[in-house]
């Protein structure tokens, strides 16, 4: 993969991608902080998510969640993860 990376830096004059930008930001912001920051945004993020939508926006990600978690048959483990995760941050909301 690092090569596919240097061979598209020189096809671009050596711009770097989005992609490769991204994944560069990324990692550098996990390195320069900890756990409690991304609960902060994360916090943030959901606040502003339900300032900006009514309960009708989230019984329709409701069900679409449902829908994929019931028929992703392999991925069984991942689904009651999603699903622990979200009876976490609800009960948080509270």
């Known amino acids: 993969m690092a090569n ?6 020189n096809n671009n004059n050596n711009k770097m991608s989005y992609e490769e930008a991204g994944r560069k ?5 996990s390195q320069n902080h900890d756990k409690e ?5 994360g ?25 994929n978690s019931s028929n992703s048959g392999n991925s069984s483990n991942s689904s009651r993860s999603r699903s622990n995760n979200s009876n976490n941050n609800s009960s948080n909301n509270g």
Request: hydrophobic share 15%.
């Open 25 to 29: 930001g990324g990692k550098t912001t």
């Open 43 to 67: 916090e943030k993020g959901g606040e502003a998510t339900a300032s900006n939508h009514d309960k009708e926006f989230y019984q329709e990600i409701g069900e679409k969640g449902g829908k």
């Open 4 to 9: 596919n990376n240097n061979n598209s830096k």
């Open 37 to 41: 920051f991304y609960q902060e945004i």
